[in-house]
């Protein structure tokens, strides 16, 4: 793209921004991130920033789908057609491992931007997986610093059950898709058989995560007026995607 990307993030945002450590904060240095269960503070320990990329995050991901994160991210681009798309937004994007190689699939000019609450996932993101169509923002899903209808691809993999309010950061991706685009989550599932459903949501419960069943983003998205709504579960987590009519 011939506009720096950076620059042309801090263009969509509709709050102030300041450059720490590579990416974009509309919170501060006040504003620390808020982890009030196991895993998520986990999420904001740089030990732990460090060996999700490659070690964390693709172990238990495949266990709990039997997919492999290209697989999954292969899955991801023509879920969410981004070769016709120029931009994208990934929400909880960790360390970057699905912004970074989704910005290559977008169309000329493109830009990813990786959104994210916890400052050493987003210091790894900048060091591992920026390109010349990346930026990342620090801020807080539940209220996304950008305009109705932005981008027109929005995502989110593997990160809303461990969100305090994850039906609120979905609405705020709905708002933030423009016509004509695409969302996809990837999240836990609980099966429907029950004994299987209730040991899960117990053992969930204790490191602060949530199961959600088959119909919460499906009900979720078509209450929004979202239509082709699409899912996939495999084992113990849904793929979701869907698309916001003209």
């Not at 506009?3 to 240095?29: K, S």
């Not at 070690?55 to 292969?74: D, I, K, N």
């Amino acid at each position: 793209m011939s506009q720096d990307p950076v620059e042309a993030t801090r263009d969509l945002l509709d709050t102030p921004a300041g450059l720490r450590h590579g990416f974009l904060d509309v919170l501060g240095e006040s504003m620390r991130s808020p982890a009030p269960t196991f895993a998520q503070r986990a999420m904001n320990s740089p030990v732990v920033a460090t060996v999700y990329e490659r070690l964390w995050r693709p172990a238990s991901f495949y266990v709990a789908s039997g997919v492999t994160t290209g697989a999954e991210q292969r899955r991801a681009a023509t879920a969410l057609r981004l070769s016709t798309a120029r931009r994208l937004l990934d929400v909880a994007c960790g360390p970057g491992n699905f912004t970074g190689p989704l910005s290559a699939r977008l169309a000329d000019g493109g830009l990813a931007v990786g959104f994210d609450i916890s400052e050493p996932m987003l210091s790894r993101a900048v060091q591992d997986n920026s390109t010349d169509r990346t930026c990342y923002v620090r801020g807080d899903a539940r209220t996304l610093p950008f305009a109705d209808a932005t981008f027109d691809a929005v995502c989110c993999f593997g990160a809303l059950y461990l969100m305090p309010e994850p039906y609120r950061v979905a609405r705020e991706m709905v708002r933030v898709l423009a016509p004509g685009g695409r969302i996809a989550v990837l999240t836990s599932y609980a099966p429907d058989l029950f004994p299987i459903r209730t040991a899960l949501a117990i053992g969930a419960r204790l490191i602060g995560l949530t199961m959600f069943d088959r119909r919460a983003f499906v009900d979720l998205f078509s209450s929004a007026g979202l239509v082709d709504i699409e899912q996939k579960t495999q084992r113990s987590l849904q793929f979701v995607v869907a698309a916001k009519p003209y």
